[in-house]
């Protein structure tokens, strides 16, 4: 097994090796992976590090992997469920976004880059941080990390583990190989049976596989933010409608904005909130509206309290804003959805009990659209109607608000997973 490792190991630095141009390349152009780059070749920042007088330093250390924005607000009620039960939590995440995101919720003094999958990049944070509990969000299945987090006694576990369906297969293929990886693991905590059954599918052992829900329906709603309410006093002042289309991807805004321009036809003062998922394609939404001729204002020039939204679309090209913005809207339209890229996350429009539209696509969150579909607390759309179905919501108020309140009780329904998760958690580190 030893050989199999070094062979990983090996192959790993040298693919890093022949695509280092690419990386570089990206960094110079975008500024991509700049960030972060020491702390994930192994440098663990000095704010990470607590004196031995710091109030922290003589709790047991438990440490948390989200590897993007979703997993970091997905891991927020279990980070402080186990603060509150005595815990330092210390969080990683890959991305950027979930980097911000993360040392904003739990403390930059708590939260770094994931080190590359390298044993000179990982042993200086094992020996740093000295972590008795280590917890992969989903489904990061690092074999160096693995394999080093256990041999340094901390107890592995994956938590609201998910295996969507495109990944499944390439999972049953290397099905051998991935017992090995997932053998340091001691506990696979599933967001549904479904999620369950697959992990034993791949070879994760029985009785080391648990389903206590997904943690996403326990994260808070976003919090109160000047900017934002200013927003949605410009939104509300036009009386007329407001649609959210949040987390687009490419493919979807033509079909959103021929659905738009049907609403108009109806109510002329509507407005639309267009929020592409990524910030790498501000840029190219705002060009795709300028080709349509579209009447839209960017938001990060539309600040005035007295800008007119009648009848535009308000391009949301600012960064955490989406969440609270929902709060606003007539109907939400959940993008990732029209094309096939996997869907994003309902629950957002769910806090403020909202109409919620998504598309076909939705594997990434099949668990979460099944309970919402079993309580009718969601429309499922095609990119032919997707106009028709804004048109006809508009509408009807009562079928609308009704939606919308059936999916903010799915929400409540669901929530407790923080709490077992943490509980499960703390048993399996006090278990000889």
């Known amino acids: 097994m030893a050989s199999v490792y ?7 630095t040298l693919g890093l090796v022949i695509t280092l141009p690419w990386w570089l390349l990206q960094m110079l152009r975008l ?17 990470v590090r607590l004196g031995a007088d710091a109030p922290e330093a003589a709790l047991p250390v438990a440490w948390i992997h989200a590897v993007s924005v979703g997993e970091a607000l997905a891991v927020a009620p279990l980070v402080k469920e186990l603060r509150g039960r005595g815990w330092r939590v ?8 979930g980097q911000k995101l993360a040392r904003q919720k739990f403390g930059e003094q708590n939260v770094f880059y994931f080190p590359l999958d390298l044993p000179f990049c990982i042993h200086p944070y094992l020996r740093a941080l000295k972590p008795r509990l280590v917890a992969m969000a989903e489904t990061e299945l690092w074999p160096n990390f693995l394999r080093l987090a256990r041999e340094s006694g901390a107890r592995v576990a994956v938590v609201n583990a998910r295996i969507s369906d495109r990944s499944l297969p390439r999972y049953l293929r290397f099905r051998a190989l991935l017992e090995k990886v997932m053998a340091p693991v001691e506990l696979f905590l599933a967001q549904s049976d479904l999620d369950a059954e697959r992990l034993r599918q791949m070879g994760a052992p029985a009785s080391r596989v648990e389903c206590l829900g997904n943690l996403k329906f326990d994260a808070a709603p976003p919090a109160e933010n000047p900017a934002v309410e200013q927003l949605g006093a410009q939104l509300r002042k036009t009386g007329a409608p407001v649609i959210v289309a949040g987390s687009t991807v490419d493919g979807e805004e033509e079909y959103i904005l021929q659905a738009f321009r049907m609403v108009l036809l109806e109510h002329p003062s509507a407005t639309l909130v267009l929020a592409p998922r990524h910030r790498e394609r501000f840029k190219e939404v705002a060009e795709i509206l300028r080709e349509r001729r579209a009447n839209f204002v960017r938001r990060s020039e539309a600040a005035s309290a007295e800008a007119d939204l009648k009848g535009k679309i308000l391009l949301l090209d600012t960064l955490g804003e989406l969440a609270a913005i929902y709060r606003y809207a007539d109907v939400a339209f959940v993008g990732g959805s029209l094309v096939p890229k996997g869907g994003h996350n309902i629950l957002e429009p769910a806090y403020f009990s909202k109409a919620i539209l998504t598309g076909e696509y939705t594997a990434n969150f099949r ?16 990119p032919k109607n997707l106009g028709l179905t804004l048109l006809l919501l508009l509408r009807e108020a009562h079928e609308r608000e009704g939606l919308g309140e059936r999916a903010h009780q799915v929400l409540l329904a669901q929530q407790g997973a923080s709490r077992r998760t943490a509980e499960r958690l703390l048993r399996m580190t006090e278990e000889a």
């Open 6 to 12: 070094f062979l990983y190991s090996f192959v790993l």
């Open 31 to 47: 500024g991509k992976y700049r960030a972060g780059l020491w702390e994930r070749l192994g440098m663990v920042p000095a704010r």
């Open 90 to 97: 210390v969080v990683s995440t890959t991305t950027h976004t």
């Open 367 to 382: 668990a979460i659209l099944h309970c919402f579909e079993e309580a009718r607390a969601v429309v499922r759309c095609t």
